[in-house]
T-cell receptor
């Protein structure tokens, strides 16, 4: 069975600091997808990014960037110049081939203070 | 365009009472899911549906039943609520089961069982 580990339970930073959220997964599958979701204080889950296991290119979207390394089974998420609005719980999730369901990590709570 | 709508948003039950949570999506998605979110546990899949009239068990199905009588609706039932079912419940939907399908989430239902 697949497993997703987000070892950082809670991270606190001051605004404008860079922060990296770690995600490590365990699988025997050769193809799979990885996801990041954001859960702001309002409660809903918001999709951030999807990554195919064959695509190891890093991705950047504004202040957000993702580093996927298949060799270390990691899919880390970096926020550059963090802002208070980035305060949220962030979830990493795994999707096995042939399945529509997601296996979530336990989440990392990010607190950005002014 | 409402996306995924969950009702009610909050509910308090006494042990042994029953209730039904409603999830409605207006995106014509084929797949729908029910998760529960508990502190420190991330999101865990309760049941899911691959189409109208079809349901399947997820990781933590005990104590819950579901029905998908209409494509746009997915109901989660608690026949005899227990304090262990105190949680935040999320519904999600996705267009297909194809690889990398993105799940879109509702705002959640916070349930307390006393």
């Amino acid at each position: 069975a697949q497993k997703v580990t987000q070892a950082q339970t809670e991270i606190s930073v001051v605004e404008k600091e860079d922060v990296t959220l770690d995600c490590v997964y365990e699988t025997r599958d050769t193809t799979y997808y990885l996801f990041w979701y954001k859960q702001p204080p309002s409660g809903e889950l918001v999709f951030l990014i999807r990554r195919n296991s064959f695509d190891e290119q890093n991705e950047i979207s504004g202040r957000y960037s993702w580093n996927f390394q298949k060799s270390t089974s990691s899919f880390n998420f970096t926020i550059t110049a963090s802002q208070v609005v980035d305060s949220a719980v962030y979830f990493c999730a795994y999707q096995a081939p042939g399945y529509s369901t997601l296996t979530f990590g336990k989440g990392t709570m990010l607190l950005v203070s002014p | 365009n409402a996306g995924v709508t969950q009702t009610p948003k909050f509910r308090v039950l006494k042990t042994g009472q029953s209730m039904t949570l409603l999830c409605a999506q207006d995106m014509n998605h084929e797949y729908m899911y029910w998760y529960r979110q508990d502190p420190g546990m991330g999101l865990r899949l309760i049941h899911y549906s691959v189409g109208e009239g079809t349901t399947a068990k997820g990781e933590v199905p005990d104590g819950y039943n579901v029905s998908r009588l209409k494509k746009q609706n997915f109901l989660l039932g608690l026949e005899s609520a227990a304090p262990s079912q105190t949680s935040v419940y999320f519904c999600a939907s996705s267009y297909s089961s194809g690889p990398g399908n993105i799940q879109y989430f509702g705002a959640g239902t916070r349930l307390s069982v006393l």
